[in-house]
């Protein structure tokens, strides 16, 4: 990563003094480099240290004899230091974010790793490295496009200089689609009592492994937080349409039914659709039940 070794041929006799001049190349910070070797054999090569890693060079050769004449420099010749490739890792949280982690393996003193998504830097990545220590990096990359395949690639960079070399080989991840979800109420909707303490309640919407509750409040506000009327049950997928039964309702009146949403984890539900009305029968008076049994009971 920081040196390179050039070789050369050269007439028999000697000895040679050679001389190797590496020069910076496209903005690479820092002077020359050189190394020289005295060698009476036909190949001989030197070893150039102290260079920056993932950065290009010009290599001149010149040979000299012991009375210190010299030959002209040699043909450039570009060289390209390589580089530490750090792995990378990478977490989709979605279709717009994602979490990049990497460890840093080798000590990278007075440096700072910045990380370029699709060819710009992602400025909230911007992190020192550690001074040796064998731990993590992790940043939260966000405002990315959806169904999109992006290109990471980390740099280090020197304290205090616009000079950066790269840290890892380009990385590629992909962001989901955006899972559209039609919000709107069904529209293909049943809802029917079938006696004083029950009602039934029938949609057709899409099974999106959510989890669906419809909650029963009697319509007159007042009695329902008085008596802390409200019921509900866990509608389930029944021939392609999600059902459920409510019951101990209170006779003979009526309730307004809204459906809940619950994430597939548990935990947080929301209201998703005021789906409608209905009135309980009075006492005394029943219906026969939906053709279509729930799940457990036999059928009629």
Not at 175 to 195: C, F, H, K, M, Y
Not at 201 to 229: E, M, W
Not at 265 to 283: D, F, S
Request: some cysteine; overall charge positive.
């Amino acid at each position: 990563m920081t040196s390179v070794r050039i070789s050369w041929q050269q007439m028999l006799g000697g000895p040679y003094r050679g001389v190797v001049t590496l020069q910076p190349e496209g903005g690479v910070l820092g002077g020359s480099h050189s190394c020289s070797v005295n060698s009476s054999t036909a190949n001989a090569f030197c070893l150039v240290t102290s260079l920056q890693p993932d950065s290009l060079y010009s290599a001149t050769v010149k040979v000299c004899s012991i009375t210190g004449f010299c030959s002209e420099p040699s043909r450039r010749v570009l060289v390209h230091t390589l580089f530490d490739a750090t792995v990378m890792n990478f977490n989709i949280l979605g279709p717009h974010e994602m979490f990049a982690s990497w460890r840093e393996e080798k000590p990278h003193p007075s440096t700072s790793y910045r990380l370029h998504v699709n060819n710009q830097e992602h400025v909230a990545c911007r992190q020192p490295t550690l001074e040796g220590k064998k731990e993590n990096h992790i940043c939260h990359i966000t405002g990315l496009r959806a169904n999109t395949s992006h290109v990471l690639q980390l740099y280090l960079c020197p304290d205090k200089s616009a000079s950066c070399h790269r840290a890892s080989h380009p990385h590629f991840a992909r962001t989901p689609a955006v899972r559209v979800v039609d919000d709107r109420p069904p529209q293909e909707l049943s809802i029917n009592a079938i006696g004083p303490n029950t009602a039934t309640v029938k949609i057709n919407h899409t099974d999106d492994g959510s989890t669906y509750f419809v909650v029963a409040s009697p319509f007159n506000t007042l009695f329902s937080l008085q008596n802390n009327t409200s019921k509900r049950c866990k509608m389930v997928n029944v021939t392609g349409s999600l059902t459920c039964r409510l019951q101990d309702l209170p006779p003979n009146t009526i309730h307004q039914l809204d459906i809940h949403k619950c994430h597939p984890a548990g935990g947080n539900c929301t209201p998703l659709w005021t789906v409608g009305h209905v009135r309980t029968l009075p006492e005394g008076r029943c219906l026969p039940p939906l053709p279509i049994p729930l799940p457990g009971e036999p059928p009629n």
